[in-house]
């Protein structure tokens, strides 16, 4: 069975970051070759714990092998926080409104600003998960999984910013039945890649120089068809003009 593992970088919340997710699709055969270099790469370098982003970034020659050796592809999707701050919620006004406040039940200020920000921010969560989550979701399935010939698939998927259960949900909705959410990605090798690779992509749409060398040696070869009219890689949740910078920075990472 096919195993797809994802992890993302940077908070929804944020909406001076991206919050980029990467996902890895792996066969059986060439996972086993992943877990044998990662743990080959913990003992070399005495890290006993989970490799992470900053790790490859500090010590990226010695890390090679993770890359050159075992095959597998990668998806992005990336949303930019700001669109969904922008967008206008009709439950989100009347839960910033004073009017919410009359039913709150209380006559103490401090406790209704406390109640209407946990309303307001419980909204906004729920919003991004159903709207823009579920769309990074759905795409990267069009994009890994091939339906046509009944590919069985296994998800993976790092603790995520919402409720398990309200995203486990979601991705039933999406038709993916077999899903794993994992609370310890340190026993997950193909979670630390997911992980890796989101790290270096938040740091490659920023230009780092480091991401970049990381992006081209390592990485590129791996995508998958970046110019895929259904599924272009990297892929852009929800294009508008706020996007547009992104857009055109993807170009070039495409170019690299």
Not at 10 to 27: E, F, H, L, Q
Not at 78 to 88: A, L, T
Not at 144 to 173: A, G, R
Not at 183 to 196: C, L, R, T, V
Request: a neutral charge.
């Amino acid at each position: 069975m096919i195993k797809i593992f994802s992890d993302e970088s940077g908070s929804w919340k944020n909406k001076k970051n991206y919050y980029v997710r990467a996902w890895i699709k792996i066969d059986k055969d060439n996972y086993d070759n992943l877990i044998k270099e990662v743990l080959f790469s913990k003992y070399k370098l005495k890290k006993t714990t989970e490799l992470k982003w900053n790790d490859i970034k500090r010590n990226y020659d010695n890390y090679r092998n993770i890359f050159e050796i075992p095959s597998f592809h990668v998806f992005i999707t990336i949303s930019k926080p700001v669109v969904f701050f922008e967008r206008c919620y009709k439950v989100i006004d009347y839960l910033s409104s004073d009017e919410v406040e009359n039913h709150l039940g209380t006559h103490d200020t401090n406790i209704k600003l406390s109640l209407k920000e946990t309303l307001v921010s419980s909204a906004q969560n729920s919003l991004f998960l159903h709207h823009f989550e579920r769309h990074h979701i759905r795409t990267a399935k069009m994009a890994l999984v091939e339906t046509n010939n009944n590919e069985k698939c296994e998800f993976f998927i790092d603790s995520p910013q919402f409720f398990k259960n309200q995203w486990e949900k979601v991705v039933k909705e999406e038709g993916i039945r077999n899903i794993n959410i994992v609370e310890k990605s340190e026993n997950y090798p193909g979670i630390q890649i997911a992980d890796i690779i989101a790290g270096c992509f938040q740091e490659l749409l920023k230009n780092d120089p480091k991401a970049k060398e990381i992006f081209a040696e390592s990485i590129k070869n791996k995508m998958c068809d970046m110019y895929c009219p259904e599924c272009p890689n990297p892929n852009i949740v929800f294009y508008e003009n706020s996007t547009e910078s992104l857009a055109n920075r993807i170009k070039q990472i495409r170019n690299l």
